[in-house]
């Protein structure tokens, strides 16, 4: 199995530049997320997903959008990238919203500079 | 608000123990979980507690106190392959992941 998988590893985007950071997962999990992290701080929730079709904001949702046409696929999109999105973005799955014994899988992360 | 607090960084020795403690103040509490991050990549399941308690996982204790809003993830016979951070997280009344910042473990020879 391959877990979860994210492109691209890394990325450079000038101000203003939108794009799309992929995942996927093929582990047949309901609930799909995504975090980014800055340094010194703990990962933080920017949306996530119960299901196809569902989606939810996290505690950072500004400047991001998502959809969920699929169980496998949960793309991230970044419109009009600013400096202040300039982190490390992990996606991440679970089979579980209980969490009990259901810990998340995550992606290798996306590395994210925006200058 | 919701928190979580963990040293930022700690140094052991190798073949030593070390103790990384974390408290939280949420709302409501669901379960905590620790995970191991090594530089440069996805942070990986280590262990996860909802009762009171010591959980062992081979070389890796988990304990928990609820009353106490404190547990700690103990480490034995350390290796310098345990270089890397751990975060704490708790899982909060709606089910939602409270992270704390992380613990650098600096394992030395």
């Known amino acids: 199995n391959a877990g979860v998988t994210q492109t691209p590893k890394f990325r450079i985007l000038k101000i203003g530049q939108s794009m799309t950071l992929q995942c996927t997962q093929d582990?047949?999990?309901?609930?799909m997320y995504w975090y980014r992290q800055d340094p010194g701080m703990g990962l933080k929730l920017i949306y996530y997903?119960?299901?196809?079709?569902?989606?939810d904001k996290g505690e950072v949702p500004n400047g991001y959008n998502v959809s969920r046409s699929t169980t496998e696929d949960f793309p991230l999109r970044l419109e009009l990238a600013a400096p202040s999105q300039t982190s490390v973005y992990f996606c991440?799955?679970?089979?579980?919203?209980?969490?009990?014994?259901?810990?998340?899988?995550f992606g290798n992360g996306t590395r994210l500079t925006v200058t | 608000g919701q928190n979580i607090d963990q040293p930022t960084e700690m140094t052991a020795t190798e073949g030593a123990i070390v103790q990384i403690n974390c408290t939280y103040q949420?709302?409501?509490?669901?379960?905590l979980f620790w995970y191991q991050q090594h530089a440069g990549e996805a942070p990986t399941f280590l262990s996860y507690?909802?009762l009171d308690g010591l959980e062992e996982k081979g070389r890796f204790s988990s304990f928990l106190s609820r009353s106490k809003g404190y547990s700690y993830l103990l480490l034995k016979e350390l290796q310098m392959k345990d270089s890397a951070s751990y975060l704490c997280?708790?899982?909060?009344?709606?089910?939602?992941?409270?992270w704390g910042a992380g613990t650098k473990l600096i394992i030395k020879p």
């Open positions: 507690n909802v």
């Open positions: 582990m047949n999990h309901n609930y």
């Open positions: 997280a708790v899982v909060d009344s709606n089910y939602q992941l409270i």
């Open positions: 997903s119960v299901g196809a079709g569902i989606t």
């Open positions: 991440a799955s679970s089979s579980s919203r209980d969490q009990n014994n259901s810990p998340l899988h």
């Open positions: 949420t709302s409501g509490f669901n379960g």
